[in-house]
């Protein structure tokens, strides 16, 4: 197959889908992965929509509030600058980058550049710190590091040969000035010519956020997120012309999935905010002033618009979806009220593309994360006997054949991924309920569902439950030690604006726990406390597992049921 054929091959699947929109089972029954032979994203796809096209690929708004855009064709050019540029560098095929941008032009453009260049791209976020980067330098086998001067004193202990480039004013010594980029030739020719990437060839690795164990690093290549993001574009529902915006940090998947691939695969704008500070009625001025049509946020982000008057909004986006985190059914329905709009919850992975998710035009059933994408297949094992089960066990990913979108496995870890892989099943580490139409609800990972007097507890559920409650903003449910039952429900509480700490807000989210959950469901402890997440905001349930296991902080820091009645 060649570049144009590939190319064409990948543009029919994505014309398919979005001549499908709102017809989710005709995208299903006829929706096949393009698989090229050869494939580069970069060159046979984002040049080729780029010529000619004067509308914006991206559009940045500062905290100051200006505003600057990129059209395709402008970001076309410079990304062929960019490519020319690090090449002369030392930057060659195969060779590995970590990139620490923050939400910059320079971001996209170096994106871009390591493709063209056939690079490998490491994407890490700004908020790493030295013991990190030496982590991701070492086992990444990093050759170049692409970074902000700000962020450049970091790898003064981070041991290496790595050719050192740095974005922004006063680049220190030993130190190359990226934005010399722009003075190289905008005309790019691929080593080896057009066609010469393989679609098999990697492209990303990605460290995970390790909620739970030291990060994994995942392997993508130049199909499985570029051609993998097409279920993504399905799932946000996006249109050519719309203007997308995603709130995501630059170093997670997630930025790729809603920043990168899926709206280019569109032919959308990319639509960033950069704030110091989150600001409900900010962002919401901003979404009106930028025109955006559809709006993606991870669920703490909608936790604490709910915060604030929705109202604000004078033009709510035609599309409204969360990720990273199940979203609670208490935040879809205040949404619903005020905007008009039901936000679409989804699931996927660092490892994967969109796997699971209420699509646009379909039914959604609260409390559900939706059906199977266009091109994956799910399957639901026992975790105890390993068996297929119709109604709830972990989720898993059908690879025979292989989704276009699931990585090719942990980079330098061959047991891991032989055992997250085995039996032609990629397994998740989620566990999952399917009901009789094929609705998946989230149960919660595998390591975090736990017995209490030998019933099953779902945390999710009692976490949806709490945050009902006006007073909570935030709440995480973990086992707590009891000498009768074995395990019983305890509840970290991030408490709303306006609420205290203390027995009588305690005496009132047990009595709302009374009333919305089971007996044996019900919340029997609480802790009020600021959540410890990950760096890319995710909630570690482990930490609170251990630091529950330990004990009680001190006195008056837990309140239990049976003492306030």
Request: include cysteine; charge should be negative.
């Amino acid at each position: 197959m060649t570049e144009n054929s590939a190319t064409d091959s990948f543009l029919a699947a994505r014309d398919f889908l979005l001549a499908h929109r709102g017809e989710y089972e005709a995208a299903r029954a006829g929706f096949t992965w393009p698989r090229p032979e050869r494939f580069n994203w970069a060159l046979d796809w984002f040049d080729r929509i780029a010529e000619g096209n004067g509308a914006d690929a991206l559009r940045i708004v500062e905290e100051d509030g200006t505003s600057r855009g990129v059209s395709y064709e402008e970001m076309s050019r410079r990304s062929a600058s960019a490519a020319n540029w690090l090449r002369a560098q030392g930057v060659a095929a195969g060779d590995r980058i970590l990139v620490m941008l923050g939400n910059q032009r320079e971001l996209w453009e170096v994106m871009l550049a390591a493709m063209k260049l056939r690079a490998v791209v490491i994407p890490a976020t700004p908020l790493l710190g030295p013991a990190d980067l030496r982590d991701r330098v070492e086992r990444g086998r990093v050759r170049h590091v692409i970074a902000r001067t700000e962020d450049t004193p970091k790898f003064e202990g981070v041991p290496g040969t790595y050719t050192r480039i740095a974005a922004g004013p006063d680049v220190p010594a030993g130190w190359r000035r990226l934005e010399e980029m722009y003075r190289a030739d905008g005309n790019f020719s691929p080593e080896g010519g057009y066609g010469a990437t393989l679609a098999s060839d990697p492209l990303m690795l990605y460290f995970t956020s390790g909620t739970t164990a030291r990060p994994k690093l995942v392997e993508h290549t130049h199909a499985s997120y570029p051609i993998g993001h097409l279920s993504t574009m399905y799932w946000l529902g996006l249109r050519p012309g719309d203007v997308h915006l995603n709130i995501a940090s630059p170093g997670w998947a997630k930025h790729a999935w809603s920043n990168l691939f899926a709206p280019w695969n569109a032919g959308a704008t990319v639509f960033v905010h950069n704030y110091a500070r989150f600001d409900a009625q900010r962002l919401m001025a901003e979404m009106d002033r930028g025109g955006v049509t559809t709006f993606c946020a991870p669920p703490t982000v909608w936790r604490m618009l709910i915060q604030s008057d929705l109202t604000q909004l004078q033009s709510p986006p035609r599309e409204a979806v969360a990720a990273g985190e199940p979203l609670n059914p208490e935040v879809i329905e205040r949404v619903r009220d005020a905007w008009g709009v039901t936000i679409r919850d989804g699931f996927g992975q660092t490892e994967t593309t969109l796997q699971v998710g209420n699509f646009p035009g379909v039914p959604v059933k609260p409390g559900s994360m939706g059906r199977p994408a266009p091109g994956y297949e799910i399957v639901l094992l026992d975790p105890v006997t390993g068996e297929e089960s119709p109604e709830e066990g972990e989720l898993c990913v059908d690879l025979r054949p292989a989704p276009a979108g699931v990585m090719t496995g942990y980079r330098d870890d061959p047991e891991r991924t032989a055992e997250a892989m085995a039996d032609g099943l990629y397994r998740t580490g989620d566990i999952a309920s399917r009901d009789a139409d094929g609705y998946l609800t989230y149960v919660g990972r595998a390591d975090d569902v736990f017995k209490a007097s030998d019933y099953k507890i779902s945390p999710f559920e009692l976490e949806s439950a709490l945050l009902e409650h006006e007073a909570v903003a935030e709440a995480a449910v973990v086992p707590a030690p009891d000498p009768l039952r074995l395990a019983v429900p305890k509840a970290y509480v991030t408490l709303a604006a306006g609420w205290e700490p203390g027995k009588e807000t305690a005496r009132a989210l047990f009595e709302h726990s009374r009333a919305v959950l089971s007996p044996y469901k019900r919340i029997r402890r609480i802790e009020f406390a600021e959540l410890p997440k990950t760096v890319s905001g995710k909630i570690r349930r482990v930490e609170l597992r251990e630091l529950t296991a330990a004990g009680p902080a001190g006195p008056g820091v837990e309140y239990d049921e049976a003492d306030l009645g």
